[in-house]
């Protein structure tokens, strides 16, 4: 079947605009999740939802960024006025397990 | 809070054996998976160890002792494609059937021929 998908592939942005980042997971997944990675770096946290309870926002930098999920399934990740420290490749990953997460392709950032 | 350690380079020879140890302290702790990520890839399931003990498939294992709070990848007869990053990735139980994964910074394997 189909894998997580996530649009688009890469945006480049000017500084202090707005981004929107899609995910859509695997059909029947119930956990979502974003994280952030720069070039070389490890893999940063953003936010987990899982079913309908009450995302863990825990990861998220600051408050220019926010996610939802509707209707248990796809997910839009929002950077509000995006600095150039927002660069990296965001990568959703989908789960219906504690452990076994499927990534999707990212999104690579550019915030000029 | 959360954290693991993980070497951040290893090297080695096609051919031969390697290990990637991963130390970590977490509270609710629910299991240790091993995840691959080639340069410019995404990252891909490789195993989860859930008991103590060792998971093998092919030609890599796992292993987790819970009470020294430690786990392994091994990689046997190492191929020029397995050089990549490897992160170790901690399950914890957050509650409410909710499960936090935290990851290693991973460790970027060469091999070397």
């Known amino acids: 079947g189909a894998g997580v998908s996530q649009s688009p592939s890469n945006k480049v942005t000017e500084k202090g605009k707005d981004v929107e980042l899609r995910c859509d997971p695997i059909?029947?997944?119930?956990?979502l999740y974003w994280y952030r990675q720069s070039l070389g770096q490890g893999l940063e946290f953003l936010i987990y939802f899982q079913g309908n309870s009450a995302p863990d926002k825990s990861g998220l930098p600051s408050d220019r960024f926010s996610a939802e999920r509707t209707g248990g399934s796809v997910s839009t990740l929002t950077i509000q006025r995006t600095q150039q420290e927002d660069s990296a490749v965001y990568l959703c990953a989908s789960s219906h397990t504690s452990y076994e997460q499927y990534f999707g392709p990212g999104t690579r950032l550019t915030v000029t | 809070g959360q954290s693991l350690e993980q070497p951040s380079e290893v090297t080695a020879v096609e051919g031969a054996i390697v290990q990637i140890n991963c130390t970590y302290q977490?509270?609710?702790?629910?299991?240790l998976s091993w995840y691959q990520q080639h340069d410019g890839g995404a990252p891909t399931f490789l195993s989860y160890?859930?008991?103590?003990g060792l998971e093998e498939t092919g030609r890599f294992s796992s292993f987790l002792s819970r009470s020294d709070s430690y786990g392994y990848l091994l990689l046997q007869e190492l191929q020029m494609k397995d050089s990549a990053s490897y992160f170790c990735?901690?399950?914890?139980?957050?509650?409410?059937?909710?499960?936090?994964?935290?990851f290693g910074k991973g460790t970027k394997l060469s091999v070397i021929p």
């Open positions: 059909s029947g997944h119930t956990a």
């Open positions: 977490t509270s609710g702790f629910y299991g």
């Open positions: 160890n859930g008991l103590d």
């Open positions: 990735v901690v399950s914890s139980y957050s509650g409410a059937g909710s499960y936090q994964l935290t």
